[in-house]
Nanobody, 124 residues
Framework: QVQLVESGGGLVQAGGSLRVSCAAS????????MGWFRQAPGKEREFVAA????????TYAASVKGRFAMSRDNAKNTVYLQMNSLKPEDTAVYYC?????????????????WGQGTQVTVSS
């Protein structure tokens, strides 16, 4: 059974930092690209970041570029999203996703597996 489990969410003040993690199990994810998406109340789910299966290629949404960094540790089947200079508008549930393809993608429909999400709240 494939599982993606996010952790590390919480409450942080604007300008602060937070790192969320996603641990994968049930299959080998080293060849899969991984992504982070987020959904704020009343809004649609939006792309945040993605990393290729090898970890050599990353892509970011314009709204987080330069502030967020995604990485992966294939030995641990875990991906990370380091979030710096957080803003109140970054408040959302953050979801981890895996895609059975090594190339990055920024469209939710291209991902095959999803976690349950972790809440990130940035106070002003």
């Amino acid at each position: 059974q494939v599982q993606l489990v996010e952790s590390g969410g919480g409450l942080v003040q604007a300008g602060g930092s937070l790192r969320v993690s996603c641990a994968a199990s049930g299959r080998t994810f080293s060849g899969d690209s991984m992504g982070w998406f987020r959904q704020a109340p009343g809004k649609e789910r939006e792309f945040v970041a993605a990393i290729s299966g090898s970890g050599c290629s990353e892509t970011y949404a314009a709204s987080v570029k330069g502030r967020f960094a995604m990485s992966r540790d294939n030995a641990k089947n875990t991906v990370y999203l380091q979030m710096n200079s957080l803003k109140p508008e970054d408040t959302a549930v953050y979801y981890c996703a895996a895609r059975r393809n090594t190339l990055v993608a920024n469209v939710a429909a291209r991902y095959d597996y999803w976690g349950q999400g972790t809440q990130v709240t940035v106070s002003s």
